[in-house]
Nanobody, 120 residues
Framework: QVQLVESGGGLVQAGGSLRLSCAASGSIFSINAMGWYRQAPGKQRELVAAITSDDSTNYSDSVKGRFTISRDNGKNTVYLQMNSLKPEDTAVYYC??????????????WGQGTQVTVSS
């Protein structure tokens, strides 16, 4: 079994910062990529940022220059530093991991989500 434990969400005023963390544990041989997605009420889930095992990153245009994704491979943990937050960043943020199990089976797994609320 695999677990993705997210933390760091909360309520912040516009212009403020938050740092999300997501730690993966369980039957994981290696993680190919980890990412953060978000879903606002009434909207589809969208990619925020992703990072591969060789530290290649990809960002949504809406967060470029404000958010930074990073990872600690030794801890199977991914971080999302969110600066200059805007009310439109309000959403449930989900961690995602694309990983290989010990049988080299490929899996895609989601965390339970953490709420980020930005007040104006």
């Amino acid at each position: 079994q695999v677990q993705l434990v997210e933390s760091g969400g909360g309520l912040v005023q516009a212009g403020g910062s938050l740092r999300l963390s997501c730690a993966a544990s369980g039957s994981i041989f290696s993680i190919n990529a980890m990412g953060w997605y978000r879903q606002a009420p009434g909207k589809q889930r969208e990619l925020v940022a992703a990072i591969t095992s060789d530290d290649s990153t990809n960002y949504s245009d809406s967060v470029k220059g404000r958010f930074t994704i990073s990872r600690d491979n030794g801890k199977n943990t991914v971080y999302l530093q969110m600066n200059s937050l805007k009310p439109e960043d309000t959403a449930v943020y989900y961690c995602n991991a694309d990983y290989l199990d010990y049988g080299l089976g490929l899996h895609d797994y989601w965390g339970q989500g953490t709420q980020v609320t930005v007040s104006s």
